[in-house]
């Protein structure tokens, strides 16, 4: 067995201690790599949010633009539409008088449906005068 002895303990205290040193170092300067590295990311980060908000922003006007112009058309559309739609009932109101005279017109043309009544009658009454004018001797004086 070797013998332990307080230079060997001291020399390993040394190097414990070197070493943890060395450690709090490494840990410090990673510290500050990490919050190096962070703040450069949250430059970045915020960089990329501006521009993401901006072409938002952006996209934003456009479509208010497409729809104050899909809103303007709709508008004179419907403008449109109430002229035609008032041009509709003007002209059914005028033709409503029209249509109000429909029945007496059956009516009458239900009378006329007699014709061959009429044309018998017509028929008899010019023959009739016909046969009447030469009897008379075809002329026209009293």
Do not use: C, Y
Not at 19 to 47: A, D, F, G
Not at 92 to 121: C, F, H, M, R, Y
């Amino acid at each position: 067995m070797t013998t332990v002895t307080s230079n060997d303990i001291q020399e390993l205290k040394d190097l414990l201690s070197a070493m943890r040193q060395e450690n709090r170092e490494q840990m410090i300067s990673l510290r500050e790599e990490t919050r190096e590295q962070m703040i450069s990311l949250r430059e970045e980060t915020r960089k990329q949010i501006d521009t993401l908000k901006e072409d938002n922003r952006k996209q934003l006007e456009t479509l208010r633009e497409e729809n104050n112009k899909q809103f303007i058309n709709l508008h004179k559309e419907i403008t449109e539409v109430k002229i035609i739609t008032a041009k509709i009932e003007g002209t059914i109101q005028s033709q409503a008088i029209l249509t109000q005279k429909i029945p007496d017109l059956i009516e009458k043309v239900g009378e006329l449906k007699n014709w061959k009544q009429i044309a018998i009658v017509a028929i008899t009454a010019f023959t009739s005068a016909t046969i009447t004018w030469f009897i008379r001797g075809g002329n026209l004086k009293p």
